[in-house]
């Protein structure tokens, strides 16, 4: 554990089982309204999401060695390929060609075990110098902005219910004591919930008519679905040629997200268990959801902040959320419930929880001292801040381009990650080494290089 963690930091087994399983459930709150969101947005179904959410975070602790504090819930950077071969028609579900997007994510899913093969052969240290804290430290930074707006805009839906997540979060962290200062986000949404039903802003109309418990998969919606008289050969090329070049964005904000998640626990977690390890657990978790018509996943950056805020690590912890995500998807009633929570509440709890993914982001390029006096410094955080960001808010929130007949739209974030990867790999005057035997906290260790030379004299 680093040194430099001024705080208390807790682990389940101190908790008691009662105070982990409420822990538990904050962390399964933190991440469902972005978890759910993407299958509003896509016409996918929310129970099949949950469900696959919670296997996938498990399957991804199993190949982990289930020591990385990580959940896995619904990445939002395939939307464009969801959007691409299988829009929604009036607002609902376009049922006969979602299998076929499913199936564009499963392959895309395929190449994060690449990507975890050359990890295995070539070693992070050889990999990781391409990824060093001028460049993951800026995009950990970029991934809570470019989140920041969705925060902002469901808190404009009404700023005193958002205004009450924040306040109740901000003073239950700060001067809360034992279990109140453990579970600060979970408490923040409770408030901000019930002062919405006494304001009359939350509509239980769909509670009432959802039942109490149903299969959480739809068959139509899964990669079996387009196998049938309608099957079309063309289209499933089209969506595997579409949506697989996503994944080697995914999987740049993947390495941002473990470091994230490394400098916020304190422990390597790109050495042990290794990134091989995480990719592996994340791309198949991927291929599996979408196979079964579930979007693809990815580590959360909500759960991250809730790691910070509640200086709770172990993994056990999310386990358990992954476990009440399970069950609760068995539940539509449930599902409905959490659907009925008003937009500000999730709002005003984002707000907090991706300000805390920038500010580990600065964390990350503080501790490991990179030096902004140096000109190429300065050049890739800037090119990787503008164009992420830049990229996110403009009015096409992308960057596309055709080969062929296809389009292909690369995001802010991913356009960014690939421009700072390339720059660092190309502009004179590395002063960082990865350092695999001798990790620091903020997830990998890289050494001023003019200290590495004093050392070695």
């Known amino acids: 554990m680093s040194n430099k963690t001024q705080d208390a930091v807790y682990n389940a087994k101190e908790l008691g089982a009662g105070k982990v399983m409420v822990l538990g459930l904050q962390h399964m ?25 919670g296997l996938g975070t498990l399957l991804f602790h199993l190949l982990t060695k289930g020591k990385v504090p990580a959940f896995l819930g619904s990445s939002f950077a395939f939307l464009g390929g969801y959007f691409a071969i299988a829009p929604m028609i009036d607002g609902k579900s376009n049922v006969e060609m ?22 295995k052969l070539f070693t992070a240290g050889k990999v990781m110098r391409f990824f060093p804290p001028i460049v993951t430290g800026p995009i950990i930074i970029a991934i809570g902005l470019t989140l920041s707006q969705s925060a902002i805009d469901n808190c404009a839906t009404n700023w005193l219910i958002a205004s009450v997540a924040i306040i109740v979060v901000i003073l239950c962290n700060i001067f809360g004591k034992g279990m109140i200062k453990i579970i600060p986000i979970l408490i923040g949404v409770v408030a901000s919930y019930l002062v919405a039903v006494c304001l009359g802003q939350v509509d239980f109309t769909g509670v009432k008519e959802a039942a109490w418990v149903g299969i959480p998969i739809v068959k139509e919606m899964t990669v079996l679905g387009m196998f049938g008289d309608n099957f079309d050969a063309s289209l499933m090329i089209t969506a595997v040629v579409t949506i697989v070049p ?29 990134l091989h ?15 079964f018509g579930a979007p693809a996943n990815t580590t959360y950056g909500e759960n991250t902040g809730v790691l910070n805020l509640s200086k709770v690590y172990d993994p056990m912890v999310v386990r358990l959320a992954a476990c009440f995500a399970i069950f609760f998807s068995f539940c539509p009633k449930f599902a409905a419930v959490i659907q009925s929570m008003p937009a500000a ?46 990229i996110n808010y403009s009015a096409a929130g992308a960057i596309s381009f055709s080969i062929g007949s296809i389009t292909i739209s690369l995001s802010g974030l991913a356009v960014g990650a690939l421009v700072g990867i390339i720059m660092n790999a190309i502009l004179p005057g590395k002063d960082y080494n ?24």
């Open 29 to 53: 709150f933190a991440m469902f309204g972005a978890t759910v969101l993407v299958p509003i947005l896509t016409g996918l179904n929310v129970s099949t999401t949950l469900l696959f959410a």
């Open 98 to 119: 979602i299998p076929y997007a499913c199936f564009g994510v499963a392959c895309a899913g395929l190449v994060y075990l690449v990507m975890a093969l050359l990890f």
């Open 246 to 274: 996503i994944a080697l964005a995914t999987i740049v904000e993947h390495i941002g997200d473990i470091s994230a998640i490394s400098s916020t626990v304190g422990r390597n977690y790109i050495k042990d268990p290794g």
């Open 277 to 291: 390890r995480t990719l592996l657990g994340d791309g198949l978790a991927t291929t599996m959801a979408a196979l």
């Open 345 to 390: 509440t999730v709002g005003g709890i984002s707000l907090i929880l991706y300000g805390m993914i920038s500010a580990v982001g600065v964390r990350n390029v503080v501790e490991n001292q990179v030096d902004f006096t140096k000109t190429r410094n300065v050049i890739i955080a800037a090119l990787i801040l503008v164009l992420a960001i830049g």
């Open 434 to 457: 990865f350092d695999e035997e001798k990790p620091d906290d903020t997830g990998v260790n890289f050494e001023v290089g003019q200290t590495r030379s004093a050392k070695s004299e």
